[in-house]
């Protein structure tokens, strides 16, 4: 029987089973003896299993079916659920979900399960695992890109990725330690601290702690980024003794993806989203996998949004010219036009917008596994994963918060013994939050750690030059927890594969940055931390304030203004160099947007009042000091091109109705 046209509902049902044995699982995880939870972990398992006999796909079938008589057996009590067992059926799991995504690349789902089905075998019999046969000492991701020495997770990449943009080299570098040497962790100490003089150290295999502990042989390869050349980075750790062989080289990206090629492993998302999993749509290249009907290709959703921002334009120009030719007629269909296309605006945005859960999803199993690796013991309370947003920032949004939870579970959560100590519940508590609020999305990360040491983060931004004493006198408490954002920062004292080397948290907030969001930190020491990320609800169509400087017209994102205001000239006063105004009681500094832009000074009547714009970026107000407010209108995003990538306070430009172009204002570079 021919199959191939039943592959796509296959692969979307496959999945949606093995989501179930996941959440399932978690769920089991806490509580052993609920029937309920055994009852949906059977029937996934017996669903996916007769799905994939018919189907063909021997191997899929053959685990899936050991599998589920551990979950019969576990249903009737002739099994117990224990921890090893827990850690071997997330095992399976993921075992038969690289078996779906096979097949969902167009491969045949086959995969050695001979080592896997024995363990099972154990498992039915009621033997006892051990640690080493459970499966915890995979990597920490699921999915990594790898070869035969180096696995590197989706965010080391992106670290990877913006550092060569930065201007900086990546580097591999192979070091083989002496037959005789008799310090080996010694050694390692002084290559690191080397390293981390010159630069930032990204992955090193075997990890750091082992090479601390002296548990490998004699070599170990190091991944890091520095401005250095090759040649002194090689001198200088030419110096370390009883080392027989150093070798640097330029490292990647390109290399890796070679490298990984027999295996067919793609470099992609740390788990792709739910939605697009269910679509049936391949990962990558492949173009034989069978694609779903009944689902949007979000490509065509992206041609669909251009055409539409095109419209809006177009909108605009036939609004300007009724306007001015005071066609009754013309003002009517105008008008008609404009409402029915904002109402085909809201069905597209609707149509690009996703549940952020499809995010959120993947943090439990994470935050299972990482809570393992470092001892510690952490829940997970998810709120809000119904909260919505546009495709493309779904997309990005996924790494930040993957470092930023790894940031929290590291530095945030103490050792459970600690807990005790300070009177806690030995279980840390991690809680995502996701809400809207007017047209932005906040995402809050909240863990009830040990929050952030004021003085420690303040003194190593002195050591490290992030600050100098003068600012430091008159930072804020949250311009304090801010600085852990800077570039290189890290209040770490050992080295850590799990939250990054202080370059990983910058790279959180470039990224948030570019989707035009922003993050804020508040924190209380032994209490805990929270995150706020804010994120526009989409990012090609924002309503805006536009303002004239002079003969020039500028875009001011809606989502940042607090009010405008006319003042009278004698309300503005002169402090620490500064101008400044008393709004509302508190006293913030003014913008003046024509010494900003170099607007040419053109001659017009004095006048005793002035317009202000008071924007906001987290805490921080300030006033936008402009010549005319000439309303506010929806305006289509466009980018100012490569050549012009680093403009400053201009995030874009816009086309108006009447043909003239408007520069868009980057409100957050303007905050002081």
């Known amino acids: 029987m021919d199959t191939s046209q039943y592959i796509g509902i296959f692969i979307d049902e496959s999945t949606e089973h093995l989501d179930t044995l996941y959440e399932q699982l978690l769920e089991l995880e806490k509580n052993p003896t609920e029937k309920q939870y055994i009852e949906e972990i059977f029937r996934a398992a017996h669903t996916l299993k007769g799905m994939s006999a018919t189907m063909g796909f021997e191997d899929l079938a053959k685990l899936t079916h050991k599998l589920e008589n551990i979950f019969d057996g576990i249903r009737y009590d002739r099994l117990t659920v224990y921890t090893e067992m827990m850690d071997f059926l997330f095992t399976t799991v993921d075992a038969l979900n690289e078996m779906v995504e096979d097949v969902s690349n167009g491969g045949d789902g086959t995969k050695d399960v001979t080592e896997m089905m024995a363990q099972l075998d154990k498992l039915e019999k009621g033997e006892r695992l051990s640690d080493e046969s459970s499966g915890t000492t995979n990597v920490v991701n699921a999915e990594v890109v790898e070869d035969t020495n180096i696995q590197l997770d989706e965010f080391q990449l992106t670290i990877l990725q913006e550092s060569k943009d930065k201007g900086f080299h990546n580097y591999e570098l192979y070091v083989r330690l002496r037959e005789d040497c008799l310090l080996k962790g010694a050694r390692v100490f002084m290559i690191f601290e080397i390293l981390e003089k010159s630069g930032e150290i990204i992955y090193s295999n075997p990890p750091a702690n082992e090479l601390e502990e002296e548990n490998f042989d004699l070599e170990f390869r190091v991944i890091f980024v520095s401005k250095e050349v090759a040649t002194e980075l090689e001198d200088k750790l030419k110096k370390v003794s009883e080392v027989d062989e150093i070798m640097i080289t330029n490292f990647t990206i390109e290399q890796l993806e070679a490298g990984a090629k027999e295996k067919q492993i793609s470099v992609e998302k740390e788990e792709q989203p739910k939605a697009e999993k269910q679509s049936g749509k391949p990962k990558q290249q492949n173009k034989q996998a069978p694609a779903k009907t009944i689902r949007v290709n979000i490509d065509r959703l992206d041609v669909l949004m251009n055409l539409f921002e095109e419209l809006v334009i177009d909108r605009g120009r036939l609004e300007q010219i009724s306007l001015d030719l005071k066609n009754n007629e013309l003002q009517e269909t105008v008008e ?49 994963a119904e909260t919505e947003l ?102 770490n004292e050992e080295i850590s594969d799990v939250s990054g080397r202080g370059v990983g948290l910058d790279v959180v907030k470039t990224t948030i940055e570019s989707l035009g969001g922003a993050i804020s930190i508040d924190a209380e020491e032994s209490i805990g931390s ?143």
Request: proline share 3%.
């Open 336 to 384: 008609r036009m404009s409402r029915v296309s904002s109402d085909l605006q809201n069905i597209i945005l609707t149509m690009r917008m996703v549940p952020i859960d499809t995010v959120f999803n993947r943090f439990p199993r994470m935050i299972r596994q990482l809570a393992r690796d470092l001892n510690k013991e952490v829940s997970i309370e998810i709120i809000g």
């Open 530 to 672: 929270v995150f706020t990320i804010q994120l526009p609800l989409t990012l090609s169509i924002i309503s805006v304030l536009l303002v004239e400087v002079g003969k020039e017209k500028y875009a001011i994102p809606l989502s940042s203004i607090i009010e405008t205001a006319i003042l009278k000239k004698s309300d503005i006063y002169d402090a620490h160099h500064n101008k400044v105004i008393d709004f509302r009681g508190n006293v913030i500094p003014l913008t003046f947007l024509e010494n900003v832009f170099q607007v040419p000074n053109e001659e017009q009547e004095e006048s005793d009042y002035v317009s202000i714009v008071i924007i906001r970026k987290g805490n921080k107000l300030t006033g936008l000091v402009v010549d005319t407010f000439i309303g506010q209108q929806e305006v289509v995003l466009k980018s100012l091109g490569d050549y012009l990538t680093s403009v400053y306070a201009i995030s874009g430009a816009t086309i108006l109705g009447n043909g003239e172009v408007a520069l868009i204002i980057d409100s957050n570079a303007l905050v002081k």
């Open 390 to 491: 546009d495709r493309t920032v779904i997309d990005e949004i996924g790494d930040p918060l993957v470092h930023l939870i790894r940031n929290a579970i590291d530095h945030g959560i103490e050792m459970p013994e600690e807990r005790e100590r300070k009177g806690k519940d030995r279980e840390g508590k991690i809680t995502l939050k996701a809400y809207h609020s007017g047209n932005h999305v906040f995402v809050e990360i909240v863990d009830n750690g040990a929050g952030i040491n004021k003085q420690k983060v303040l003194q190593k931004a002195l050591e490290k030059g992030v600050v100098s004493p003068q600012e430091a006198e008159s930072l804020t408490d949250q311009q304090i927890y801010e600085l852990i954002l800077a570039s290189g920062f890290s209040t």
